[in-house]
């Protein structure tokens, strides 16, 4: 094991350890409500607990780690545990809207809920049900994840600072999500629009979770905006590489389909730049095949075919590249400095954020 996987395991174990505590805490408070809430409660720290790679949280344990090495607030990982429900939030409401049945090989929770009522009522009724307890459950969520910085006795100042960081990581997801599927309605848009989108969608919990940390140990304003400009950049590179396997990755190391985004019509960076590199005949092309409902595989190929034909696969790869440096930059250049094995640690991470294969 190397030094970045073993800091990884050792945030990790920690993020978990005060997560379940916390869920724990949920469960004990509404013992008093009877059984049903208990039941509700204890599915949704199955949800939040069943798998995830935890990077958020962690990235608020390196953000303040990365200013002060010696850990001074009592309930650190507690409060970095807000960004990962807000983020499981996020996620079950995307189950519902994308109507999706599983999640990190277990039920997704409308299915859970909606499986339940099948037993004693119509499917219409079940799947009612289903879609009801997932809209309460994701509004729970981000609930928590608010209460949870309330419930991690911080300095009153930064305590307000860091739910301020995650109202607008919340608006921004909001945002972002509304933007990607009206995009789909968008016959044309450009690079510009689709980084903006991801920004809010995807970097802003990158960026505030840096920024969460950063504030709670202190740091300068300087230090503050470099980790903040990592967290944008980067977290822009990293929903492009996602967008580059949901076309072209292994179903088998990915775990999700390469066709999906294809299917769907998603105006990620690969159309947006086929549509600008292309010939007229490829643009023809393109627009007839993309969203089209019952795409054969052989059509799905032929989108694939022409994201390498038209240049916009190495055009992506291109622009992810230089995000990927310019968020780079922003923690190499910065002054007062970061700590080193902090600052090591998150340029390896965007490395593999941005090169991964799953």
């Known amino acids: 094991m190397n030094a970045i996987d073993k800091i990884w395991n050792d945030e990790k174990e920690k993020v978990n350890h005060a997560l379940i505590e916390y869920l724990d805490m949920e469960i004990n408070r509404v013992g008093r409500l009877g059984a049903w809430h208990i039941e509700y409660f204890e599915n949704i720290k199955e949800y939040m607990t069943s798998g995830g790679k935890r990077l958020r949280p962690i990235l608020v344990a390196i953000g303040y780690k990365s200013i002060k090495e010696n850990v001074e607030i009592k309930h650190l990982y507690r409060a970095a545990c807000s960004v990962e429900i807000l983020h499981n939030g996020s996620l079950l409401h995307d189950d519902l809207i994308d109507h ?13 809920y ?48 860091c739910l301020e960081l995650y109202q607008i990581a919340f608006r921004g997801l909001v945002d972002g999500v509304l933007l990607e599927m009206e995009m789909v309605n968008f016959p044309t848009t450009t690079p510009e629009v689709y980084l903006e989108m991801v920004s809010l969608k995807t970097a802003i919990l990158f960026e505030k ?30 929903q492009m590489q996602d967008d580059i396997l949901g076309s072209f990755g292994d179903e088998s190391v990915t775990g999700k389909p390469a066709d999906g985004d294809i299917h769907e019509g998603k105006k990620t960076m690969l159309v947006i730049q086929a549509q600008l590199l292309g010939n007229s005949e490829q643009k023809k092309e393109l627009d007839c095949l993309i969203g089209k409902p019952d795409m054969t595989k052989a059509e799905v190929d032929q989108v694939r075919d022409l994201f390498r034909k038209t240049g916009a696969l190495d055009k992506t ?29 998150l340029l390896a991470l965007s490395e593999f954020l941005t090169k991964r294969a799953l």
Do not use: C, W
């Open 114 to 161: 909606q499986d339940k009522l099948k037993k004693i009522s119509t499917e219409e009724r079940a799947q009612d049900y289903g879609m009801t307890m997932a809209i309460l459950g994701g509004d729970s969520l981000i609930n928590m994840g608010g209460t949870i910085i309330s419930a991690s006795e911080l300095e009153p100042e930064i305590a307000a600072k």
């Open 209 to 238: 979770s840096l920024v969460m940390g950063a504030i709670m140990a202190k740091a300068e304003e300087s230090q503050i905006k470099a980790l903040g400009t990592f967290g944008v950049k980067v977290g822009q590179a990293f």
């Open 317 to 345: 790869q291109e622009i992810m590249e230089t995000l990927l440096q310019e968020g780079q930059s922003a923690l190499v250049t910065v002054d007062p400095p970061l700590n080193q094995v902090q600052k090591e640690f």
């Open 100 to 112: 999706d049945e599983s999640r990190r090989g277990g039920k997704t929770f409308h299915i859970i």
